[in-house]
Nanobody
Framework: HVQLVESGGGSVQAGGSLTLSCAVN????????LGWFRQAPGKERKGVAS???????TYADFVKGRFTISKDNAKNTLSLQMNSLKPEDTAMYYC????????????????RGRGTQVTVS
């Protein structure tokens, strides 16, 4: 049973934009912090952004001012709007959820999607 499903990845030129979406199981959506982390080949997982139940976002320093995390309570979806993309943003991006916020930031959330690839050239 798939609980988090990402979509919206792709290839884009530097300076471009992409929006990632994640369909979240209704129970997970309502009972967990939600977020995104990424992992580039050969590198460690890095938290990108998180959002709490009230919709308050938190961002990693390396995406502040460029990425926006949001959620739609009517559709149980999580989004990540990515602007001014850089080649170093290239990675697999994962939607994640956990009751403990800190776990999202190290890519160790209890729930995780299969990921969507973002490539910036």
């Amino acid at each position: 049973h798939v609980q988090l499903v990402e979509s919206g990845g792709g290839s884009v030129q530097a300076g471009g934009s992409l929006t990632l979406s994640c369909a979240v199981n209704v129970y997970i959506y309502s009972t967990n912090y939600l977020g995104w982390f990424r992992q580039a080949p050969g590198k460690e997982r890095k938290g990108v952004a998180s959002i709490d139940k009230n919709g308050t976002p938190t961002y990693a320093d390396f995406v502040k001012g460029r990425f926006t995390i949001s959620k739609d309570n009517a559709k149980n979806t999580l989004s990540l709007q990515m602007n001014s993309l850089k080649p170093e943003d290239t990675a697999m991006y994962y939607c994640t959820a956990d009751r403990i916020l800190s776990r999202l930031w190290v890519g160790s959330g209890n729930y995780r999607g299969r990921g969507t690839q973002v490539t910036v050239s």
